[in-house]
């Protein structure tokens, strides 16, 4: 992961969106993201379901949803906020709805009014921990999972 916060420093967003592709526990799950507005940092990705990442049941193995939607949040953050602020994920929960069979997806996103309200935290506190709300959808747009991550951020 230092790696990575390293590399992450000297990129580009999109640039490091690609090179996430190779990133052994998304590459490992199968996920494939897509880089749906470079300009707003908007990232839709996806995973089908395969022998290496079903569970005993035929559905999504639970640790390959989440980690197809772990960096996400926390990256677009900090490419949005700036070298500036320390962005860490600080707690993720994940509630699974129902079962995920065949491609699953998600889309990831963080509005400008979002980081201004951060931006103003972090001027009133000395730091920020945003919640935010992601949905894993199933190919008939169901919800099969809900995740709510608490993202930390200090200058």
């Known amino acids: 992961m230092i790696m990575l916060t390293r590399i992450k420093a000297k990129l580009g967003f999109s640039t490091l969106m690609r090179l996430l592709h190779f990133y052994p526990p998304l590459m490992g799950a199968g996920v494939r993201i897509r880089i749906m507005d470079p300009t707003h940092m908007v990232v839709k990705v996806s995973m089908p379901l395969r022998f290496y990442n079903q569970n005993m049941f035929g559905s999504h193995y639970g640790g390959s949803i989440f ?39 998600s889309t990831f996103q963080v509005d400008d009014s979002s980081v201004q309200e951060i931006e103003s ?14 949905e894993v959808k199933d ?3 169901e919800v099969v999972a809900r995740i709510k991550k608490t993202i930390w951020i200090k200058p």
């Open 139 to 141: 190919q008939e747009n």
């Open 67 to 105: 980690s197809m939607c772990d960096p996400f949040v926390p990256l677009i953050l900090f490419y949005k906020l700036g070298k500036k602020y320390r962005v860490r994920d600080k707690h993720t929960e994940i509630q699974f709805l129902k079962p995920g069979r065949g491609v699953i997806h």
């Open 121 to 134: 935290n972090i001027k009133k506190e000395g730091k920020a921990e945003p919640v935010f709300v992601l």
